[in-house]
């Protein structure tokens, strides 16, 4: 019984030999071209998908549309910003001021916080925040910028002026889990208060690894430093750590801690942190603090991952100031 013949290496062979018999030039054809072409055919893929994503997002165009076009004046269209305006959008009609005001408004900041999509094209909510209060006038105004282009990777297009519409709505409030108060001389409220001035010292004094839970690495922020930190008030989701005495080993609570901090200028300002703590011989540590949280790296291939998701929590480190 006869075998069959392998005929992709036969035909490799006459390739070979017949690029020869052509020329150098033909045997470099004949070898390179396989490979730049498989080469391609795996990169071009990826290739094509970075640069859609490169011009998918409308928010940034959105977003220089607006601070441009409020510094525009209609009264000065040879202006730079009237100029910029007009390159992005021909036809948009700007602002125009009376002329004891010829200085436009311009805003500090301009954000996108809300896109939205439709078949025809995308619309951008931009929120502008004023450089200074001016009488009767918002702090923060809101515009709609509306345009096509991106879905698929092709160019982004204004295609008018902005429209001024009211504040994005907001989510409701979850209900409040940190309804148990914890007593300011309990030992939960002190072990917190001890810790929250080491992370807030800005490296002044002791750190802050003695009240962490063994393995959790927290990195304190050193560029901000308080001269003074006070506790405001504590609370808990659970009844577990309310006990004034000593915590039962393994012993775990989610905690919200209000502190006031004082800078060197003497400005005081409200925080609000998220932690986890786990009782530990008798003390209660550190064993989460958001995202500024560090899990142990691991120590082998067998490590758990689910291990490290313990550590790490998924709320906020800290809020702008106590609600």
Known sequence: MRRPVARGPRFTRVGVWAALAAGPLALAVAVAVPR???????????????????????????????????????SMPDSPAAAAVRALVADADLPQRPRSEKQAPAASRVTAVRTSRTPAGWTVVVAAISEQSVEGAPLVRYFAVAGTGGKDGG???????????AAPETAPAEEETFNQPV???????GSLGEFVRAYLG????????????????????????????????????????LADGAPADGARARVRLRVTGVDRAGVRWPLVYRLEV????????????????????PTSPKSSPSASATVASPAPVVSGGAR
């Open 202 to 241: 800005g490296g002044q004094g002791a750190g802050v690894e003695r009240y962490l839970s063994p393995g959790v690495r927290i990195a304190a922020p050193r560029a901000a430093a308080y001269e003074r930190v006070d506790v405001e008030d504590v609370a808990a989701d659970s009844r577990g750590a």
């Open 36 to 74: 730049t072409t498989v080469a391609q055919a795996a990169l071009t893929p990826k290739a094509a998908a970075a640069q859609q994503a490169a011009v998918a997002d409308p928010a940034g165009m959105a977003e220089m549309f607006v601070d441009l076009w409020l510094r525009a004046d209609a």
């Open 155 to 165: 160019a982004l297009r204004v295609t008018g002026a902005p429209g001024e519409v």
């Open 183 to 189: 007593p300011s001389t309990g030992v939960l409220a």
């Open 278 to 297: 786990t009782a530990r011989a008798g003390r209660w540590e550190i064993s989460a603090l958001g995202a500024a949280t560090a899990a142990p790296p």
